[in-house]
């Protein structure tokens, strides 16, 4: 193996969240027995970061775009949750092309009753969408089929600037108050209308088209950082933005975007990698956002012990047994508070560590012992990456903490 520096980026999926009443008013991180992660915080420097651009949603793509140290707020870089889904599922976009989510919902007398469908199952999924191929003879029209609920139609020269809603933000609500408007949305409702039909008699009896967008420009990350790169993920989405920007996906078995993912699993894949392919990986874990969404702070305390003990230990015992040059860097993409079930566009702590220079850091990673930090927030988010790889410091030595060798 080299002696060159791995870094490892871990993303906790909207770990960071509000104190709680349940909890005496404090929150997951500050509850939760993180013996490794706190190890970082004490040998590291801390900080906050804000991921989401002013008025952009803060969702994982965009936040995590930021984290990847690209500004999502530039023309073209962002384009759409779809064609980032499209790209992990290997769908190869032209660039007339316009990539929607297709979701397999079910509605009942004109009611959003369930936008999974009942989480159905990819193989039931498959044969819906094979039928909607079949039977939907459109012109440049054509549907690919993904995982449980989740697909892409590809619209060729297609209509991107429809208004579109997410199914799962209209639950229990009539379907016709949020119908695509705009250029070009009839024909996405004469679509989803002959789903309808088609799909009658079937448990998922619909298709829902949203998050569209047409392939996005992305620089490549292993160019621009001239590092090798993967990634790790359950969620299609964080996939697709890897693959888009040059990293190498890397398949962990029995990862599941819930709390009884593979996380041990997650760190040994992502070892491997860097013992022989790369010096970078991204570890992303779903589990504390869906925690969140299920106002579930039990489960986000046990998604965080497990990230502590299953990831961030067996990688650092990893680099002390074979003396590896290690960084990392820990942060949420944004939190997703158990309180409002929702993300929230806010500030998220982090984290950044090497054993190449221990500093005097902080005694436990928590919202509230960094409450101090709150206002030395870097409001670029998409600048930390900088940091984290040494391209801001004058040497890029690597040997410094968040370009301390200017000082
Ligand atoms: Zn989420």
């Not at 989401?52 to 759409?80: F, H, K, Q």
């Not at 070009?184 to 799909?199: C, N, P, Q, V």
């Not at 820990?330 to 950044?352: C, E, G, I």
Request: charged content about 30%.
């Amino acid at each position: 193996m080299s002696d060159s520096v791995k870094y490892v980026l871990i993303i906790p999926d909207g770990a960071s969240d509000e104190p709680i009443e349940e909890l005496d008013n404090k929150t997951p991180f500050e509850v939760a027995s993180k013996p490794n992660i706190d190890k970082l915080a004490g040998e590291g420097v801390c900080g906050w970061v804000l991921n989401v651009p002013d008025g952009m949603y803060p969702g994982s793509d965009i936040c995590i775009l930021s984290i990847l140290g690209v500004n999502p707020a530039l023309p073209d870089v962002y384009t759409g949750r779809a064609p980032l889904e499209a790209a992990s599922m290997g769908i190869e976009m032209r660039d007339s092309d316009v990539a929607y989510r297709c979701n397999l919902v079910r509605i009942e007398d004109g009611i959003m009753v369930d936008y999974s469908a009942g989480h159905i199952s990819t193989e039931d999924a498959r044969e819906i969408i094979e039928i909607l191929n079949r039977e939907i003879k459109e012109d440049g029209i054509k549907f690919y089929p993904g995982v449980s609920y989740r697909h892409i139609m590809i619209w060729e020269n297609g209509k991107d600037r429809i208004e579109t809603t997410p199914p799962h933000d209209i639950t229990g609500k009539p379907i016709k108050d949020y119908m695509p408007r705009g250029d070009g949305a009839e024909r996405l409702i004469d679509i989803m209308k002959k789903s309808s039909e088609i799909l009658r008699n079937e448990k998922a009896n619909m298709v829902w088209l949203w998050g569209q967008g047409k392939k996005p420009n992305l620089p490549s990350f292993t160019k621009r950082f001239e590092l090798k790169g993967g990634v790790v993920s359950a969620v299609d989405l964080v996939k697709g933005i890897g693959k888009l920007m040059g990293l190498k996906v890397i398949d962990v078995p029995g990862v599941t975007g819930y709390i009884d993912t593979n996380y041990l699993g997650k760190a040994e894949y992502s070892i491997r990698f860097l013992e022989y392919e790369g010096d970078f990986v991204l570890i992303h874990v779903e589990a504390p956002d869906e925690a969140g969404h299920n106002g579930d702070y039990r489960a986000k305390i046990q998604a965080i012990e497990d990230i502590d003990r299953y990831i961030v230990k067996t990688i650092l015992d990893w680099a002390e047994e074979k003396k590896i040059k290690l960084r990392i860097l820990l942060l949420p993409d944004h939190p997703t508070p158990v309180k409002l079930r929702t993300h929230k566009a806010d500030m998220v702590p982090f984290v950044l560590w090497s054993n190449l220079l221990k500093v005097r850091g902080e005694s436990s990673f928590n919202e509230r012992t960094l409450e101090y930090l709150r206002p030395m927030c870097l409001k670029e988010g998409y600048r930390l990456i900088n940091l984290f790889l040494g391209k801001d410091c004058a040497t890029s030595c690597n040997e410094c903490l968040l370009g301390s060798c200017k000082l």
